[in-house]
């Protein structure tokens, strides 16, 4: 069951006090991985995250058999700044392909054998341009955490979630200058093809953001320089963290939104791993900060939970030679 999400301290105290990952069924992992019909770490990292989703999901022969993508969509004011690629218009108009199945996500949650559920946040009213003022109230973050947090389903065992939003990479790299330091170009990519004179006036809107703002943690930095789908991304990964239910991060936006739940609660991404890595320039450097290594990193700089999507199948491959294959002594082949 989720604990009620009234307020935002119900949302820290229910990120500090999520449960951890099963240490028993982690050792039943660790033992079976160890019997299986292979020499040991043959299978690289296909190995620990087998055992990493078993611990969580408490079995030692997991399958994953009810897979949800969630799409959250938001607008951003500080689009006015001229930092993007695309004009806002798209973010509605791909919520409508989404959902007429046209979008990459579909194919790929499909393929991946997933629900897929679309959540557009209040896009006729954007946030406010965050070089002004915060992006959100506390009111309107809040709404957007509830919005994640209740669009995980009951019965999902693996979540993906992503995001549409034209203009949230400057809201993500503000996140990650805000949260972890260094100068505006270290976290400042080109997003849709922005080209260079854009990508400098972008790093200019991300250090002005930054410097206007004194946030004091990860869900004040969220309301300040986030966005309503970024928010509802950190509410929907909270649920997830509660519930138990492993969830594979996806690109940049995805990512700044989990950072800000470390910065609430140490443990609060243990039950995530990084699906693949994204071409945005700072992507790297984030998921070295979350320490988390991606499973993929085939140039992809699309959002929408694609990669993440992507490497439910690297996932479904780890379990099904976890769960599935003999050990020594059933298939009577010498262990070493
Ligand atoms: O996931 C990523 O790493 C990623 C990198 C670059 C762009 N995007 C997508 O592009 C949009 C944001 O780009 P921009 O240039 O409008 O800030 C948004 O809809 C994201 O889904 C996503
Ligand atoms: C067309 C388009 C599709 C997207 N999907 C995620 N972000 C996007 C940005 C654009 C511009």
Redesign the pocket.
């Known amino acids: 069951m989720l604990p009620d999400l009234n307020t935002l301290s119900d949302f820290r105290n229910a990120l500090a006090q999520a449960p951890a990952a099963d240490a028993a069924a982690r050792s039943a992992c660790e033992a079976r991985n160890g019997q299986l019909t292979k020499p040991p770490g043959a299978l690289g990292q296909l190995e620990e995250i087998a055992i990493w989703y078993g611990s969580w999901r408490k079995t030692d022969r997991p399958e994953i058999e009810t897979p949800q993508v969630i799409v959250f969509a938001g607008n951003h004011g500080v689009t006015a700044r001229g930092?993007?690629?695309?004009p806002s218009e798209v973010?509605v108009q791909m919520v409508a392909n989404f959902k007429a199945g046209g979008a990459a996500i579909n194919q790929l949650a499909r393929l991946a054998g997933a629900r897929m559920d679309v959540h557009a946040l209040d896009l006729e009213r954007p946030t406010a341009d965050f070089t002004r003022e915060p992006a959100m109230s506390e009111a309107d973050l809040l709404q957007a955490l509830q919005t994640g947090w209740s669009a995980v389903h009951s019965d999902t065992d693996l979540l993906v979630v992503g995001?549409?939003?034209?203009?949230?990479?400057?809201s993500a790299a503000a996140i990650c200058n805000a949260l972890y330091g260094g100068v505006a170009s270290d976290w400042t990519?080109r997003?849709?093809g922005?080209g260079d004179d854009a990508l400098s006036l972008k790093t200019q809107v991300v250090a002005e953001a930054v410097a206007l703002h004194d946030s004091r943690d990860g869900l004040d930095v969220l309301r300040c320089l986030g966005g309503r789908e970024v928010a509802a991304m950190a509410g929907a990964i909270a649920a997830a963290r509660i519930r138990r239910i492993p969830v594979i991060l996806?690109?940049?936006?995805?990512c700044a939104a989990a950072a800000c739940l470390v910065e609430i609660s140490d443990h609060a991404l243990d039950h995530a791993i990084a699906g693949h890595q994204?071409a945005?320039g700072g992507?790297q450097a984030l998921l070295s900060r979350l320490g988390k290594s991606p499973l993929l990193s085939l140039g992809l700089?699309?959002?929408?939970g694609s990669?993440a999507a992507l490497a439910i199948q690297v996932l479904k491959g780890a379990l099904a030679c976890h769960s599935c294959m003999a050990t020594f002594a059933e298939a009577g082949v010498s262990d070493g």
Request: charged fraction near 15%.
């Open positions: 930092v993007s690629a695309f973010t995001e549409m939003g034209i203009g949230n990479t400057t990519g997003g849709t922005v996806d690109g940049f936006i995805c994204s945005e992507h700089r699309l959002g929408e990669g």
